[in-house]
């Protein structure tokens, strides 16, 4: 079984950047299927970014254009950069794994986006 931490949150003003960094431990990681969600306060968790064990990604509509994920194997850690951030992009950020429909959840990172 895997477990994640990500890290890279803070306090960013509108239109600036950060990238997050989910870090695993155990399980195998490259086969796992990595994802990124999002929840803000008062709201429910939403999806943001995937990319598959075989690199394939996909975006929510948010954030197409404006966030890229990607993933080191060797290093066993999932990356979302995040640029052209907005205050609605405030939320906590977890990092998801999943393999043979089982899910892993990190603790999540909180990002901020204000002037």
């Known amino acids: 079984q895997v477990q994640l931490v990500e890290s890279g949150g803070g306090l960013v003003q509108p239109g600036g950047s950060l990238r997050l960094s989910c870090a695993a431990s155990g399980g195998t990681f490259s086969s796992y299927n990595m994802a990124w969600y999002r929840q803000a306060p008062g709201k429910q968790r939403e999806f943001v970014a995937q990319?598959?064990?075989?690199?394939?990604?996909n975006y929510a509509d948010s954030v197409k254009g404006r966030f890229t994920i990607s993933r080191d194997n060797a290093r066993k850690t999932v990356y979302l950069e995040m640029n052209s951030l907005k205050p609605e992009d405030t939320a906590v950020y977890y990092c998801r794994g999943r393999l043979f429909s089982r899910d892993y959840w990190g603790r999540g990172t909180q990002v901020t986006v204000s002037s």
């Open positions: 990319i598959n064990s075989g690199g394939s990604t």
